[in-house]
């Protein structure tokens, strides 16, 4: 099968450079979120299209990149995804967080703790947190200008109403730099506090919808929670099976006919090197 | 026995190769070639060029072979290819009046200047499945037509009302203005007229066919006719201003309709016809019809319609018509969720808890 | 007219034309707070577009419209910047729709629905808002227990309730009802009228209701107006007007209706 060849980062050179305006703008507007011309690309709309173009504008041939899909480096999508922009740079792929200047993650922040000069790219499906209220894009435009942001709270009023206490277990709105509303991606509660000051750069893609967000390194950022019910984040009884940690989100897998489970941590980096240390 | 999913990569080159087994299928059989798809599919091609927005026959044969006939597939690859390609040149507008007309109808006159052609079309056959020969010898040639003999130059019927004043001329506002480009921005809201019918024109065929359907059945918009209808060849002329040059770059085929629907009037003009505008790539009279349908439904705001119908929501219909997004999106349910389905396990095991609570249940059994 | 006070919302020569077709012309009208105000008239008449103008929900097509604001002092409502506008409409004015479900969000509960609006105005502390929610629904003779269900669970005299609990929860200054009670039965009706005069006596609100439904008008209603095609053709005291109509359209209308 002939290899057809391709422009480095397989956008153009002028792609590649609309796209890293567009980052700058979102970049000096924490939280806000910026249109941008977003291409078709070889991955399906839906599938981290977003994700994968900022990536094609920002690697560079000296950066080592790690690619995640609920935490894990193995599974289909992440190896998918990884290989496309390995294909279309060559850079340098690693397992280990602390080894990556480029992370592309869905649904989920490594436990690791990152470091200043590292950037993470989160694939986001639907970048408007208002958008289950008002399904108007003319409307939520408004609301962001004029800082309406009331609507938002009727969200927890009703899921506290209801359950006692907020459902939205995963993208959990967040007030980024004390004003903007932003959605932080299908991340779990567990990991909204990790946006928090964090020293890296975090970069936020939603191809289909075009648009981009960031947060810029050591911005505030809030979960968003009434003053008598402060926000809270999931726990575990159980801790994983494999490395014993306590304090990683844990997969639960079922393992027999008979439904027993296992619990084991989500991000497969940090659990590896957990064991590493017991070993 | 359960297995995690590891071994990702190996699992990932094995159904890339099975894929391909499948799609060239018997061994025995004749591999499909680009050409045949070409000369013999070549609705099937249009489709994926009208839908990809690109012309390009022989990618587009050769993407339908690739997507194994998956015509919303072969879209997406198209597409993406289309992504690699630098913009080089704008054409000229494309002089629809001077078509090398194939086929020309109109439903709204008995005769019409220049005449009506059918050309080729399904629309007087009946359906009735043929029988398919072995060794079919060549279909016997039309009488008088010859592919020299096409008409051009003919003005189309929506000028002829434009020049008695019965229909609303198209002029755009300056003609300094610079059309919206959707493949180099982001859309945005409200849509104005240029951006909209960009995305009509790549709009899925099926969702705006059934858009129309529903004009017609009553769910907004009024009775359109079809003025005219034309296919044929174009040429593609791009201006090389500091040469001073005009070159022709060669023709393709589109298929235009303009629909006339109902009058309007307003305090300041008498009242006039107005019109949909249907442009689609190739030969697609069902798409062009419909999009004629749709475009005029969405200009309701525009005319002070009251807006009540899914046809008529600019929103609705431009933000889902495109299905290489549609089909991402839907088919990204695919991917794994079980963090987020895990949060709702979470919570609906502690629901239930507390329902089994309040009701004293003391009956025993497994929790999945 | 007014009662010697400024007055709370005041028009001039609004009007509102749909193309050609004239939706109300010229209206010049002024309410003050405490003020109960009954726009009548036959459909066609003009008066939900006029309440669709003072609403905010339309622009006048000429015309001041000026309401004398607690956040912005003395404003032109056709002047005001949308930001602020809309700010107003959370707060200080209410709409309530013929329709329910037109001014509610079907698919939140009830409590949300009235929480929304204090939500919307800065409230972030859940048992506030939800306590203020109680308040109001309980001011409107609204089960409690029955707070966290949604609207579609109610009936229409129910649900029109809940609109006007979710409204008078911002405190508004001045209510715009539209139609509130047709599509209800006459019981029904009578009973939201009922608790409704209550409230708008306690709270000293400026009320503006439209209705085609003279005995609603008489009922609730210290001063009126009487539009036909758009133009406002008498106003007054109620009683006045009903009793001793001067324009013929206005004695037409009141010799239809049914003696008691």
């Not at chain 2, 004009?215 to 791009?238: A, C, D, S, Y």
């Not at chain 3, 007219?1 to 034309?17: A, D, I, V």
């Amino acid at each position: 099968m002939r290899e057809r060849s391709y422009n480095f980062g397989y956008l153009d050179e002028a792609t590649k450079r609309s796209l890293r305006r567009a980052i700058l703008k979102s970049v000096a507007i924490p939280g806000h979120q910026i249109p941008f011309g977003s291409r078709e690309m070889p991955i399906a709309f839906g599938w981290g299209t977003g994700a994968l173009q900022i990536n094609c504008a920002l690697l560079g041939p000296t950066d080592t990149l790690k690619v995640i899909d609920q935490g894990a480096d193995d599974t289909v999508n992440a190896i998918s995804l990884k290989k496309f922009l390995h294909r279309m740079t060559g850079v340098r792929l690693t397992e280990q967080t602390s080894q990556a200047s480029v992370i592309q993650t869905r649904h989920r922040i490594p436990e690791t703790p990152l470091r200043a000069g590292q950037i993470m790219v989160y694939q986001v499906p639907i970048p408007e947190p208002l958008r289950f209220l008002e399904p108007r894009e003319i409307e939520t435009r408004k609301l962001h200008a004029y800082g309406e942001y009331g609507a938002m709270y009727l969200k927890l009023y009703e899921d506290l109403a209801h359950h006692g206490e907020s459902k939205s277990s995963y993208d959990h709105p967040v007030t980024v730099n004390g004003y903007r509303l932003s959605a932080p991606s299908p991340i779990p509660k567990f990991d909204n506090p990790k946006l928090h000051h964090s020293p890296a750069l975090q970069l936020f893609g939603a191809g289909r919808e075009q648009r981009c967000y960031a947060i810029p390194p050591y911005t505030n950022v809030e979960s968003l929670s009434f003053q008598d019910h402060p926000f809270r984040v999931q726990s575990w009884e159980q801790s994983c099976e494999q490395c014993g940690s306590n304090n990683s989100f844990l997969d639960e897998l079922i393992v027999d006919d008979s439904g027993k489970r296992r619990f084991v941590c989500s991000d497969t980096d940090y659990c590896h090197q957990q064991l590493s240390k017991l070993l | 026995m359960f297995v995690s999913a590891k071994g990702g990569e190996t699992a990932i080159e094995n159904s890339i190769r099975l894929l391909a087994q499948r799609r060239r299928g018997d061994l025995s059989v004749e591999q499909v070639s680009s050409s045949q798809i070409v000369e013999q599919l070549g609705l099937a091609v249009d489709r994926v060029m009208a839908e990809a927005a690109l012309w390009e026959p022989i990618t587009a044969a050769h993407a339908i072979q690739q997507a194994r006939g998956d015509l919303v597939e072969a879209v997406f690859l198209l597409r993406a290819w289309r992504t690699t390609l630098p913009r080089q040149a704008f054409s000229k507008a494309l002089a629809t009046e001077n078509m090398r007309l194939e086929r020309r109808i109109s439903a709204i006159f008995k005769d019409i200047p220049g005449g009506q052609v059918l050309g080729p079309t399904f629309d007087y056959t009946h359906r009735l499945l043929e029988e398919i020969e072995e060794d079919p010898s060549p279909p016997s040639p039309p009488e008088q037509l010859h592919v020299e003999d096409l008409m051009r130059n003919v003005p189309t019927v929506a000028r002829l009302l434009e020049d008695v004043d019965l229909m609303q001329r198209e002029t755009p506002e300056n003609s300094g203005h610079v059309p919206f480009d959707i493949t180099r921005e982001s859309i945005r809201f409200p849509a104005d007229r240029d951006q909209r019918l960009q995305l009509l024109g790549r709009g899925d065929e099926g969702f705006l066919l059934s858009l129309a359907y529903s004009v017609q059945r009553g769910f907004g918009g009024n009775h359109p006719f079809v003025g005219e209808l034309r296919v044929g060849w174009v040429m593609i002329e791009v201006e090389l201003e500091e040469l001073d040059l005009v070159i022709s770059l060669g023709e393709v085929r589109i298929t235009e309709c303009q629909t006339v629907h109902q009058f309007i009037s307003t305090s300041d003009q008498p009242p006039q016809f107005t019109r949909g505008y249907g442009l689609v790539v190739g030969h697609n009279e069902r798409k062009a019809i419909a999009m004629a349908i749709v475009d005029r439904a969405l200009r309701s705001k525009e005319l002070g319609e009251s807006i009540q119908f899914p046809a008529q929501d600019e929103e609705f219909v431009l933000a889902h018509l495109d299905n290489v997004q549609a089909s991402g999106f839907v088919s990204h349910l695919k991917l794994p969720h079980h963090v987020d389905f895990q949060s709702e396990l979470h919570l609906l095991r502690c629901l239930r808890a507390a329902h089994s609570a309040k009701t004293y249940s003391t009956s025993e059994g497994t929790e999945l | 007219m007014t009662f010697g006070y400024q007055p709370l919302l005041s028009t001039h020569k609004s009007s509102f034309y749909y193309g050609n077709q004239v939706g109300c012309h010229e209206i010049s009208l002024e309410i003050v707070s405490g003020q109960f105000l009954a726009v009548v008239g036959e459909s066609g008449s003009g008066k939900s577009t006029l309440l669709k103008m003072l609403a905010g929900e339309i622009e006048p097509s000429s015309g001041q419209i000026t309401f004398q604001s607690d956040s912005y002092g003395k404003v032109d409502l056709t002047q005001l910047p949308e930001v602020r506008r809309r700010q107003l409409r959370r707060k200080e004015i209410g709409l309530v729709t013929q329709r329910p479900s037109d001014g509610l969000r079907m698919h939140i509960s009830v409590g949300g629905n009235v929480a929304e609006r204090v939500l919307v105005n800065g409230v972030r502390h859940y048992g506030q808002a939800r306590e203020l929610a109680r308040h109001w629904l309980q001011k409107l003779e609204l089960d409690l227990e029955r707070m966290d269900e949604l609207p579609t669970r109610f009936s229409i005299g129910m649900q029109q309730r809940v609109q006007i609990a979710k409204v008078l929860a911002s405190s508004p200054r001045l209510l715009l009802l539209d139609e509130p009670t047709s599509g209800l039965d006459v019981s029904v009706q009578a009973r939201l009228l009922d608790v409704l005069q209550q409230i708008v006596r306690e709270q000293n609100l400026a009320v503006i209701l439209v209705t085609h439904d003279l005995a609603v008008a008489r009922m609730m209603s210290d001063s009126m107006v009487v539009m036909q095609n758009g133009r406002v053709v008498e106003s007054g005291l109620t009683d006045q007007v009903l009793d001793d109509p001067q324009h013929a359209y206005t004695q037409l209308l009141t010799s239809s209706i049914l003696p008691a």
